[in-house]
């Protein structure tokens, strides 16, 4: 918030850290405590192992043995785990030592307002760390289901949750076993090379008339705009299962259900949407001098487009591409209604896994996939950056 | 230098001069533009061209998007009325039965059971009565079987006249002596000359004279030969023809007088009259025959039934797909426990307006920290947001599948930590819970990127300004800064519930029973009951619902302001 203001701290009454780490002993001994049959006794002797630790550390110690206490704490954690419960309990235990080592002295010597402005009440500062961990708790929400399926997908059982070998990470408990299934099973092989067949078709279709019709929309005459742009973005609006039905009964009146193209068709248009939106985004910043430049040198239009428009929206084209792609190949509704036995891609796969026999394999091809989304996010967020360099919105 | 290209008074060709002396010449006159056109005018034809150039660059998308994407809608909103099967599959039955008065409580005339034999008849040759039987059976259960049954049975009714033409004269029964009684003679020599190499058939025409003397035989014979040529391919001269046409050859000679007639096969023709006029022939009445088949045919209510639904339009869909039906009293609630679907669109809004509301209270802290915090460490938080945004909808679900199941990763922390006994693991999947959540999940980055968007733009001076003229932390916060970020929730909140109200992939994965939504049971009617009129109606209504918030949210927000990833 205020680097610049530097909050003077200094180390607080032992009552209160002592206090506030009984507290917080207290609550991780409520767990610890139920986990062993008596969550009061684990709030007593948290509480009271926290407020000892918490005075040892200040009154006796001091400041100067912050790294050794520390250390120690780590150490002791962790051989406490080890005993109770192995491997998990090793790293557990050491997590503890290491968070309250440094909980200790963010405590007790004050530190938690060096980033706060001075003049904040106490019940100020309560509030703001209450609000980061509610936060913190969202972000949690927000990302555990997908980083729960990576290890689970190295499962050495045929089970959707962990086995007890995995939690003690046992090497047998583990093997790459769904990913060789989903890597060698032609179910899942053809259904990667269906998708990777239809997805790019599609892309390609949406980008190249999205493109141009985001190019013919960006002028600034064009009678019944608003009605054409309703129109260009309502595959995105309205529900897939509507467009799956009306698609199902208009394309088997003219013999494309079950076909490639019937599919390729129904993609491409669902992508058009997210290619309009990025591309007209793109244009919004476009300097329009530029082109006209051109044309005074003498440039035709075509080539004033690629040689100078083209060339400056291409990041918010490609990113209305990936999201196409995305859109294509994450898509499930509309095949399940336009597809056939031959013609099954990778979501519907996972969705008729999902839905009748679960195998594991699912979750391999999750976890691909995952990394995939990563690599576009990361490719997309970099192309927003260098659209906004190209268009000098942002410096740098 | 004065040479003549420079002088401007000798320069021949346009110039901005030439415009402005002719503005000068004729001082009222409009102003020209530099070839001498009125400068409005040349101005018009500018923006024309610019209009036009910019139509043709959106119109082959505009044309794409009209022909995969607006046609299919149109084709599932005239779907959802559309009812031409019974009026197609039983025309005669239809035209029949406009004279009778369903409220009469009398069973339709004989005339009536007449057409239905023909129209059953050639609706079973064509295998197309079981889905006209099951069409009705939407409407009134037991149809199905009664006219499943009147498919096979409508035969008996005919056999009653075949086996005593038979009786009398094997030639009854054979090819060759009806296509000579009925068929044009050179259409005849064609045909007999007709083989596979030359193409189509030659198709059957009457033989002159013949529709005057057999009016309903003629008929009959001639759907018969058409049918043989067109579905099988036959050759009429060589396919006995069906008991359908005995039965039409039995009421014409009852009704008319063969006597005078002496084209080909008069003998045999004449023989017939004379057993048709004998007492002893038997007959069975239309209305006998189709008792015999099902005892259905002769309930009063079934009739109703099939003459409500003759027209071609209907708003019959409609009706069930709001717990109404359509009686021939008009329309009608259904009675308590067949109904349905209202509380399934209950459900639905209701389900959708939790997970939106969900959705404001967790996207919010995360738009207000994302918003306030140097952009650097909100660039790196907002990877959080985004990469379930990016990742795979079905990868989101099946992480839910294993979160939430009674053997998954939920449960076991709970049940390790001793929350939970073993025994008792909480049922969080296959119900509303398993629903909202999941969703709430997959939906939050569409909540928290608008917010974030709207929030970004609130200056922070305004806040400061608020506390350092006394107003508490709670006060700055409700009367300065939450006002100022309302858009951004409306915006939010009418994406998520849009994409909610129409989910189908993650309630059929996780709802169970209880938490499915409208659209899983439209999936429902197109892939297993095959009731694709009802799935339109339901779809068209849930359609208008979300096509009301569209309109709302471009007033609200504006399309073109739609922003995605950040």
Same mark, same amino acid.
């Given at each position: 918030?205020?680097?610049?203001?530097?909050t003077p701290?200094?180390?607080?009454?032992?009552?209160?850290?002592?206090?506030?780490?009984?507290?917080?002993g207290?609550?991780?001994?409520?767990f610890?405590?139920?986990?062993?049959?008596?969550?009061l006794?684990?709030?007593?002797?948290?509480?009271?192992?926290?407020?000892?630790?918490?005075v040892?550390?200040?009154?006796?110690?001091?400041?100067?043995?912050?790294?050794?206490v520390?250390?120690?704490?780590?150490?002791?954690?962790?051989?406490a785990?080890?005993?109770y419960?192995?491997?998990?309990?090793?790293?557990?235990?050491?997590?503890?030592?290491?968070?309250?080592?440094?909980f200790?002295?963010?405590?007790?010597?004050?530190r938690?307002?060096?980033?706060?402005?001075?003049y904040?009440?106490?019940?100020?500062?309560?509030?703001?760390?209450?609000?980061?961990? !509610?936060?913190?708790?969202?972000?949690?929400?927000?990302?555990?289901?997908i980083?729960? !399926?990576?290890?689970?997908?190295?499962?050495?059982?045929?089970?959707f949750?962990f086995?007890?070998?995995?939690?003690?990470?046992?090497?047998?408990g583990?093997?790459?076993?769904?990913?060789?299934?989903?890597?060698?099973?032609?179910?899942?092989?053809?259904?990667v090379?269906?998708?990777?067949?239809?997805?790019?078709?599609?892309?390609? !279709?949406?980008?190249?008339?999205?493109?141009?019709?985001?190019?013919g929309?960006s002028?600034?005459?064009?009678?019944?705009?608003r009605?054409?742009?309703?129109?260009l973005?309502?595959?995105m609006?309205?529900?897939?299962?509507?467009?799956?039905?009306?698609?199902?009964?208009?394309y088997?009146?003219?013999?494309?259900v079950?076909?490639?193209?019937g599919?390729?068709?129904?993609?491409?248009?669902?992508?058009?949407?997210?290619?309009?939106?990025?591309?007209?985004a793109?244009?919004?910043g476009?300097?329009?001098?530029l082109?006209r430049?051109?044309?005074n040198?003498?440039?035709?239009p075509?080539?004033?487009?690629?040689?100078v428009?083209?060339?400056?929206?291409?990041?918010?084209v490609?990113?209305?591409?990936?999201?196409?792609?995305?859109?294509s190949?994450?898509?499930?509704?509309?095949?399940?209604?336009?597809?056939?036995?031959e013609?099954q891609?990778?979501?519907?796969q996972?969705?008729?896994?999902?839905?009748?026999? !679960?195998?594991p394999t699912?979750?391999?091809?999750?976890?691909?996939?995952?990394?995939?989304?990563?690599?576009?996010?990361?490719?997309?967020?970099?192309?927003?950056?260098?659209?906004?360099?190209?268009?000098?919105?942002?410096?740098? | 230098m004065?040479d003549?290209?420079?002088?401007?008074?000798?320069?021949?060709?346009?110039?901005?001069d030439?415009?402005?002396?002719?503005?000068?010449?004729?001082?009222?006159?409009?102003v020209?533009?530099?070839?001498?056109?009125?400068?409005?005018?040349?101005?018009?034809?500018?923006?024309?061209?610019?209009?036009?150039?910019a139509?043709?660059?959106?119109?082959?998308?505009?044309?794409?998007?009209?022909?995969?994407?607006?046609?299919?809608?149109?084709?599932?909103?005239?779907?959802?009325?559309?009812?031409?099967?019974?009026?197609?599959?039983m025309?005669?039955t239809?035209?029949?039965?406009?004279?009778?008065?369903?409220?009469s409580?009398?069973?339709?005339?004989?005339?009536?059971?007449?057409?239905?034999?023909?129209?059953?008849?050639?609706?079973?040759?064509?295998?197309?009565?079981?889905?006209?039987?099951s069409?009705?059976?939407?409407?009134?259960?037991?149809?199905s079987s009664?006219?499943?049954?009147?498919?096979r049975?409508?035969?008996?009714?005919?056999?009653?006249?075949?086996?005593?033409?038979?009786?009398?004269?094997?030639?009854?029964?054979e090819?060759?002596p009806?296509?000579?009684?009925?068929?044009?003679?050179?259409?005849?020599?064609?045909?007999?000359?007709?083989?596979?190499?030359?193409?189509?058939?030659?198709?059957?025409?009457?033989?002159?004279?013949?529709?005057?003397?057999?009016?309903?035989?003629?008929?009959? &014979?001639?759907?018969?030969?058409?049918?043989?040529q067109?579905?099988?391919?036959?050759?009429?001269?060589?396919?006995?023809?069906?008991?359908?046409?005995?039965?039409?050859?039995?009421?014409?000679?009852?009704a008319?007088?063969?006597?005078?007639?002496?084209g080909?096969?008069?003998?045999?023709?004449?023989?017939?009259?004379?057993?048709?006029?004998?007492?002893?022939?038997?007959?069975?009445?239309?209305?006998?025959?189709?008792?015999?088949?099902?005892?259905?045919?002769?309930?009063?209510?079934n009739?109703?039934?099939i003459?409500?639904?003759?027209?071609?339009?209907?708003?019959?869909?409609?009706?069930?797909?709001?717990?109404?039906?359509?009686?021939p009293d008009?329309?009608?609630?259904?009675?308590?426990?067949?109904?349905?679907y209202?509380?399934?669109?209950?459900?639905?809004?209701?389900?959708?307006?939790?997970i939106?509301?969900?959705c404001?209270?967790?996207?919010?802290?995360?738009?207000?920290?994302?918003?306030?915090l140097?952009?650097?460490?909100?660039?790196?938080?907002?990877i959080?947001?985004?990469?379930?945004?990016w990742?795979?909808?079905?990868?989101?679900?099946?992480?839910?599948?294993?979160?939430?199941q009674?053997?998954?990763?939920?449960?076991?922390?709970?049940?390790w930590?001793?929350?939970?006994?073993?025994?008792?693991?909480?049922?969080?999947i296959n119900?509303?819970?398993?629903?909202?959540?999941?969703?709430?999940?997959?939906?939050?980055?569409?909540?928290?990127?608008?917010?974030?968007?709207?929030?970004?733009?609130?200056?922070?001076?305004?806040?400061?300004a608020?506390?350092?003229l006394g107003?508490?932390?709670?006060?700055?916060?409700?009367?300065?800064?939450?006002?100022?970020?309302?858009p951004?929730?409306?915006?939010?909140?009418?994406?998520?519930?849009?994409?909610?109200?129409?989910?189908?992939?993650?309630?059929?994965?996780?709802?169970g029973?209880?938490?499915?939504?409208?659209?899983?049971?439209?999936?429902?009617?197109?892939?297993?009951?095959l009731?694709?009129?009802?799935?339109?109606?339901?779809?068209?209504?849930?359609?208008?619902?979300?096509?009301?918030?569209?309109?709302? &949210?471009?007033?609200?927000?504006?399309?073109d302001?739609?922003?995605?990833?950040?």
């Amino acid at each position: 918030m205020s680097d610049a203001i530097l909050t003077p701290i200094e180390k607080k009454p032992i009552g209160f850290t002592a206090g506030v780490l009984a507290a917080a002993g207290g609550f991780a001994g409520l767990f610890l405590g139920t986990a062993q049959g008596s969550g009061l006794m684990g709030i007593v002797i948290g509480a009271a192992l926290m407020a000892a630790l918490a005075v040892v550390a200040m009154q006796m110690l001091g400041e100067a043995m912050e790294k050794p206490v520390r250390w120690g704490l780590i150490a002791l954690g962790v051989a406490a785990g080890f005993m109770y419960n192995a491997i998990p309990g090793l790293i557990m235990g050491g997590l503890f030592g290491w968070f309250f080592g440094w909980f200790i002295y963010w405590i007790g010597m004050g530190r938690y307002r060096v980033h706060l402005v001075p003049y904040l009440t106490p019940g100020q500062v309560l509030w703001h760390y209450t609000f980061r961990v !509610i936060c913190g708790a969202i972000f949690v929400f927000l990302i555990t289901p997908i980083l729960v !399926i990576i290890p689970l997908s190295f499962n050495a059982q045929n089970f959707f949750t962990f086995t007890p070998e995995m939690l003690r990470f046992d090497p047998a408990g583990y093997s790459l076993q769904h990913y060789r299934d989903f890597l060698t099973n032609p179910e899942w092989t053809s259904a990667v090379k269906n998708s990777l067949l239809i997805a790019p078709v599609a892309t390609l !279709i949406s980008v190249s008339l999205g493109t141009l019709a985001a190019i013919g929309l960006s002028q600034s005459h064009v009678p019944g705009k608003r009605a054409i742009m309703a129109i260009l973005i309502s595959p995105m609006i309205v529900p897939l299962i509507i467009s799956a039905t009306g698609m199902y009964f208009f394309y088997s009146k003219i013999g494309l259900v079950g076909t490639y193209w019937g599919i390729v068709l129904a993609h491409a248009v669902l992508g058009i949407p997210f290619v309009i939106i990025t591309v007209t985004a793109t244009l919004v910043g476009f300097d329009r001098s530029l082109t006209r430049a051109a044309a005074n040198m003498g440039a035709d239009p075509v080539t004033t487009f690629f040689k100078v428009q083209m060339p400056l929206i291409l990041p918010g084209v490609i990113s209305g591409g990936l999201f196409a792609f995305i859109t294509s190949f994450d898509e499930v509704v509309v095949v399940l209604f336009l597809g056939s036995a031959e013609l099954q891609t990778l979501p519907w796969q996972m969705f008729t896994g999902l839905r009748e026999q !679960i195998s594991p394999t699912i979750l391999a091809a999750a976890t691909i996939l995952v990394a995939i989304s990563i690599g576009l996010l990361t490719s997309v967020e970099l192309l927003r950056r260098r659209s906004e360099r190209l268009r000098g919105m942002s410096p740098g | 230098m004065t040479d003549a290209a420079t002088e401007p008074d000798k320069i021949t060709g346009p110039t901005p001069d030439i415009a402005l002396r002719a503005g000068d010449k004729t001082k009222s006159g409009p102003v020209l533009a530099a070839d001498g056109t009125p400068l409005k005018r040349s101005l018009n034809r500018a923006l024309r061209a610019q209009k036009l150039r910019a139509l043709a660059l959106i119109a082959p998308l505009l044309l794409f998007v009209l022909i995969t994407f607006i046609a299919p809608i149109g084709d599932m909103l005239f779907r959802s009325v559309e009812n031409q099967i019974v009026s197609n599959t039983m025309p005669r039955t239809t035209a029949a039965l406009q004279d009778w008065d369903s409220n009469s409580g009398d069973l339709p005339p004989e005339e009536v059971f007449e057409a239905a034999f023909y129209d059953l008849f050639l609706a079973s040759e064509n295998k197309v009565h079981t889905r006209l039987g099951s069409r009705l059976n939407y409407e009134q259960s037991g149809m199905s079987s009664m006219f499943r049954r009147a498919g096979r049975g409508v035969g008996d009714i005919g056999d009653v006249y075949l086996d005593q033409f038979k009786d009398l004269d094997r030639d009854w029964d054979e090819a060759l002596p009806w296509a000579e009684l009925m068929g044009d003679p050179d259409w005849i020599a064609a045909q007999d000359a007709w083989s596979e190499a030359d193409g189509p058939m030659p198709s059957f025409e009457l033989r002159a004279g013949i529709a005057e003397v057999l009016p309903r035989t003629a008929d009959a &014979y001639e759907t018969f030969a058409r049918f043989m040529q067109d579905s099988n391919g036959d050759s009429p001269l060589e396919e006995e023809p069906w008991s359908m046409v005995h039965t039409a050859l039995y009421q014409d000679l009852a009704a008319g007088d063969v006597a005078g007639y002496d084209g080909p096969r008069a003998d045999m023709l004449r023989a017939a009259d004379a057993l048709v006029a004998d007492p002893a022939f038997e007959t069975i009445s239309f209305r006998d025959g189709f008792e015999e088949i099902d005892e259905d045919w002769l309930s009063v209510e079934n009739w109703r039934v099939i003459k409500l639904y003759s027209p071609d339009y209907t708003v019959g869909y409609f009706a069930s797909a709001v717990d109404m039906e359509k009686t021939p009293d008009g329309i009608e609630v259904r009675p308590e426990d067949e109904q349905l679907y209202i509380r399934l669109f209950q459900r639905t809004l209701f389900m959708s307006l939790v997970i939106t509301f969900s959705c404001i209270l967790l996207g919010y802290p995360i738009a207000y920290l994302l918003s306030n915090l140097p952009s650097s460490k909100a660039n790196l938080l907002m990877i959080l947001v985004l990469l379930p945004f990016w990742t795979s909808l079905l990868v989101r679900t099946s992480a839910w599948k294993v979160m939430l199941q009674q053997q998954g990763v939920i449960n076991d922390v709970l049940v390790w930590l001793g929350m939970v006994a073993d025994d008792g693991r909480l049922v969080m999947i296959n119900n509303q819970f398993g629903t909202i959540v999941a969703m709430t999940h997959i939906l939050l980055p569409f909540m928290i990127l608008p917010m974030y968007s709207v929030m970004s733009t609130i200056p922070q001076s305004y806040v400061r300004a608020a506390k350092s003229l006394g107003a508490t932390n709670w006060t700055t916060f409700w009367r300065v800064y939450f006002p100022q970020s309302v858009p951004g929730i409306g915006a939010g909140s009418i994406l998520v519930f849009i994409l909610s109200i129409g989910y189908y992939i993650t309630p059929e994965i996780v709802g169970g029973t209880s938490g499915i939504f409208i659209s899983n049971r439209i999936a429902f009617h197109i892939s297993s009951s095959l009731n694709w009129g009802l799935a339109a109606a339901l779809g068209t209504i849930l359609l208008v619902v979300v096509l009301v918030l569209y309109w709302a &949210y471009d007033r609200i927000v504006g399309i073109d302001n739609v922003k995605l990833g950040g």
